[in-house]
């Protein structure tokens, strides 16, 4: 007998697993961690920007303040995570040369694979802690994660 879950994913979490989530999954999509803060130069023509909500997501707030960042960058296109005041997700994208909707779409994309490695991890988590043992683990070429989990 086998059972399949699909998981609707809500990210409700502190900073720090924000953040574990995020730079575990931009790497894989070619982003690096950007040491310093976004910077507007008034000599520079500035760069096409655009804010994306992250839809069921929030961090806790006792955990972190609303003036905590990641910064990762791409072939020019810099992402900017950060908690809103309400306390949710927030994702700034900026790029020259790029249109808001490019921009949204490589968003999107980075959304879907921070959200994809916060949901894994926590699956795992909570199935090890449930003493669950995982059979087996497959990632189909659509980035579909299968687990398989021995339920005695």
């Not at 720090?16 to 070619?30: D, E, K, N, P």
């Not at 960058?73 to 994702?91: H, N, Q, T």
Request: charged content about 25%; some cysteine.
């Amino acid at each position: 007998m086998s059972t399949v879950l699909v998981i609707t994913p809500l990210i409700i979490a502190n900073w720090s697993v924000i953040s574990a989530a995020v730079l575990g999954a931009v790497g894989t999509l070619g982003f690096t961690a950007v040491a310093e803060a976004l910077h507007d130069d008034l000599h520079e023509t500035r760069p096409t920007r655009t804010e994306i909500d992250i839809e069921d997501s929030e961090i806790l707030e006792a955990a972190a303040g609303t003036d905590q960042q990641i910064v990762v960058e791409r072939d020019g296109v810099r992402a900017v995570f950060s908690r809103d005041a309400r306390g949710a997700l927030r994702l700034c994208m900026e790029g020259k040369g790029h249109s808001k909707s490019q921009l949204q779409q490589i968003g999107e994309e980075l959304i879907g694979r921070v959200t994809q490695q916060y949901v894994y991890h926590r699956v795992v988590t909570e199935l090890q802690e449930k003493n669950k043992v995982i059979v087996s683990e497959e990632v189909s070429a659509d980035r579909t994660v299968k687990i398989r989990v021995r339920n005695w």
